[in-house]
T-cell receptor
Framework: DADVTQTPRNRITKTGKRIMLECSQT?????MYWYRQDPGLGLRLIYY???????NKGEISDGYSVSRQAQAKFSLSLESAIPNQTALYFC???????????FGPGTRLTVL | LAKTTQPISMDSYEGQEVNITCSHN???????ITWYQQFPSQGPRFIIQ???TKVTNEVASLFIPADRKSSTLSLPRVSLSDTAVYYC?????????????FGQGTTLQVKP
């Protein structure tokens, strides 16, 4: 079984719709991250959480919100989706070694 | 994270050994060198990490010279399934966010 899972894997939605992307992990890590990846732009950090009560904005948090329901679960919401939020979204947990993170399989989101 | 420089792309054939070199001239004393692999539409995957000399695991070897200003990821006997983007990261993990910064990486194309 995968250590970091994401649902859904693919989603097509329309402008203005609210969307939730879910992430679960079985690695027992406290720190979790949401990134988006766009061609030519690399990975950009949306939100991160050090534990259930500690949630922080990343570099591109506008238009997004998150919820850390438990140590193992970290959800990303798009309150009102817009086309430039079309991207590949990754959830990750931070490992115990320096600069190690474990990524989920990604969610490909298309906003029409 | 220290700045790194890698070749943009490399080609190889099945069964060959592939060496990808990363330059990091301004590496700091506390920095570790970490390599990730990313397949299309999948999340980056941690491959190997080292501080000095040589590290080997079931996937790859990492060679780090004494001055630590560069490192070489060695993939033995590559197969078609090793076609991916390989990222070199250098840092001590001390940033407040723990965010990973992936550069352009090296796109490895393995041919039959």
């Amino acid at each position: 079984d995968a250590d970091v899972t994401q649902t859904p894997r693919n989603r097509i939605t329309k402008t203005g719709k609210r969307i939730m992307l879910e992430c679960s992990q079985t690695k027992g890590h406290d720190r979790m991250y949401w990134y988006r990846q766009d061609p030519g732009l690399g990975l950009r950090l949306i939100y991160y959480s050090f534990d259930v009560k500690d949630i922080n904005k990343g570099e591109i948090s506008d238009g997004y919100s998150v919820s850390r329901q438990a140590q193992a679960k970290f959800s990303l919401s798009l309150e009102s989706a817009i086309p430039n939020q079309t991207a590949l979204y990754f959830c990750a947990t931070r490992g115990r070694l320096v600069n190690t993170q474990y990524f989920g399989p990604g969610t490909r989101l298309t906003v029409l | 994270l220290a700045k790194t420089t890698q070749p943009i792309s490399m080609d190889s054939y099945e069964g060959q050994e592939v060496n990808i070199t990363c330059s990091h001239n301004n590496i700091a004393t506390n920095d570790y060198i970490t390599w990730y692999q990313q397949f299309p539409s999948q999340g980056p995957r941690f491959i190997i990490q080292g501080y000095k000399t040589k590290v080997t695991n079931e996937v790859a070897s990492l060679f780090i010279p004494a001055d630590r200003k560069s490192s070489t990821l060695s993939l033995p006997r590559v197969s078609l399934s090793d076609t991916a983007v390989y990222y070199c990261l250098v840092g001590d993990g001390s940033s407040n966010t723990g965010k990973l910064i992936f550069g352009q990486g090296t796109t490895l194309q393995v041919k039959p």
